[in-house]
């Protein structure tokens, strides 16, 4: 498995997809920027508010998305760069599973300008998963 220490300790903003602040929609693209995958994850829409951003609405169209561009995986066939979703307290939040049961993920819950994106271990985050993402170029 590659160093993904870069990736480690990002604070959360909300909107945000770069090494200094992002959250967890922008740590996936912001991962998928790094390694040269060509998904935008633009559907040319507005990025939502962040008060819609919460809102079911929202998390269906990213959904939608990721069915028209990726393809569907269970939890036992996550391979490393796979986009995770799960929820949390009735909160969605989405990772990018990295291999041996290790996701990179914003803590949760989420708090602007103090969680940092970390490595949940298998036994967090399988109770909680709800959808697997590959891209169709793997």
């Not at 200094?20 to 559907?43: A, I, M, N």
């Not at 962040?50 to 809102?55: F, R």
């Not at 939040?93 to 803590?107: P, Q």
């Amino acid at each position: 498995m590659e160093d993904i220490g870069k990736y480690i300790g990002i604070t959360h903003k909300y909107a945000g997809a770069d090494f200094d602040k992002c959250d967890c929609f922008g740590l996936v693209q912001l991962f998928y920027k790094e390694h040269g995958w060509s998904q935008s994850f633009d559907d040319g829409k507005p990025y939502p508010t962040e008060d819609e951003y919460a809102q079911p609405k929202y998390w269906r169209r990213l959904y939608e998305y990721l069915l028209r561009n990726f393809t569907e995986v269970d939890y036992k066939d996550l391979s490393f760069g796979d986009v995770v979703v799960f929820e949390i307290n009735g909160c969605i939040h989405l990772g990018i599973y990295l291999e041996y049961g290790k996701l990179l993920a914003m803590e949760v819950p989420a708090v602007e300008g103090e969680s940092k994106s970390t490595i949940y271990h298998r036994g967090m985050w399988t109770q909680c998963f709800k959808y697997g993402f590959r891209r169709n170029d793997a």
